[in-house]
């Protein structure tokens, strides 16, 4: 059993770690306030799972801080508020580097809400980093089963909201395209007038899931796990991604310490 499948047995088993409901603090555009399921993350399963906030994770929480401020530099230079995370294929990071990149953002000194979206649809993760289950998720969501509101947790880490995945999905492409995620990236925008939205997505050459989300986002961060992919796959998959705006590249795992902070 890998460790994120112990991680959400465990968290299946210690549920609930939800200790209540909040009211969003940032007010939506339509006037009224929306709840999100908050829910307590222990530093233990933040550590096990290196998700690095102050103090823990030292070694690398320096190079996330300044991926973090590269990203956010970017982001507000171009006016761009949706970045979505991809790779040429599986296990290279994305998952990984978009919570941490979602933890430095939410504890910036600065008002928007990070809103972090499990657009995996095949293989959701997000939730298992945080070590908890959601009940309903954003397949349910886009298959009309429940309303934006029920799908939203918030984590005790800065201002960061979640919108988790939990069933993997199979036809996510025709989901991905459907009317109901325009809705769903609509109910986004009104909800949180003031936003930076990561989408954790799959990667590009698995499936076309990316390529057919691509143009909701204003940018997209490339993640490259040393040693995995080889130069031909992340050449095509740049190539694929030719007309959306590559932010960066994220170099992760790499052995070579010496790039220090290295990752970008
Ligand atoms: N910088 C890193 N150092 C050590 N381990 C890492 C690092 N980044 C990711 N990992 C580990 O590699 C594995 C895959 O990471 P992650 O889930 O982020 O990849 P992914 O690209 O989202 O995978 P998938 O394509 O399956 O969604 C996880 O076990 C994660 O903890
Ligand atoms: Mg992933």
């Known amino acids: 059993m890998d460790r994120i499948t112990k991680a959400v047995k465990r968290a299946r088993e210690e549920r609930e770690t939800v200790v209540g ?36 994770n030292d070694s690398c929480s320096h190079a996330y801080k300044v991926l973090r401020t590269r990203v956010w530099q970017q982001m507000r230079a171009h006016g761009w508020n949706t970045l979505g ?21 939410a504890k910036m000194d600065v008002a928007q809400s990070i809103v972090l979206v499990d657009l995996d649809m095949r293989r959701p993760s997000l939730h298992s980093y945080f070590g908890f289950w959601p009940e309903v998720g954003i397949s349910d969501y886009l298959q009309g089963a429940v309303s934006f509101s029920e799908i939203l947790v918030e984590p005790d880490i800065g201002k960061i909201t979640l919108l988790p995945g939990n069933m993997p999905f199979a036809n996510s492409s025709e989901i991905i395209s459907s009317a109901r995620m325009q809705r769903l990236l609509n109910e986004i925008k009104a909800n949180f007038p003031s936003r930076l939205v990561i989408f954790d997505l799959p990667p590009m050459l698995l499936t076309d899931d990316v390529m057919v989300f691509a143009p909701n986002v204003d940018a997209m961060l490339f993640v490259i796990e040393e040693g995995a992919s080889t130069s031909e796959e992340i050449t095509r998959a740049i190539e694929l991604l030719k007309d959306v705006e590559l932010l960066g590249t994220v170099l992760n795992k790499s052995e070579d310490v010496s790039l220090g902070e290295g990752y970008y």
């Open 21 to 56: 409901y909040r009211q969003h603090a940032d007010k939506s555009l339509r006037g009224r306030e929306i709840q999100s399921r908050k829910i307590q993350i222990s530093p233990d399963t933040l550590r096990e799972n290196r998700i690095t906030i102050d103090g823990i």
């Open 85 to 105: 995370i991809t790779s040429a294929n599986a296990g290279e990071g994305k998952s990984l580097t978009a919570i941490n990149l979602a933890v430095g953002l």
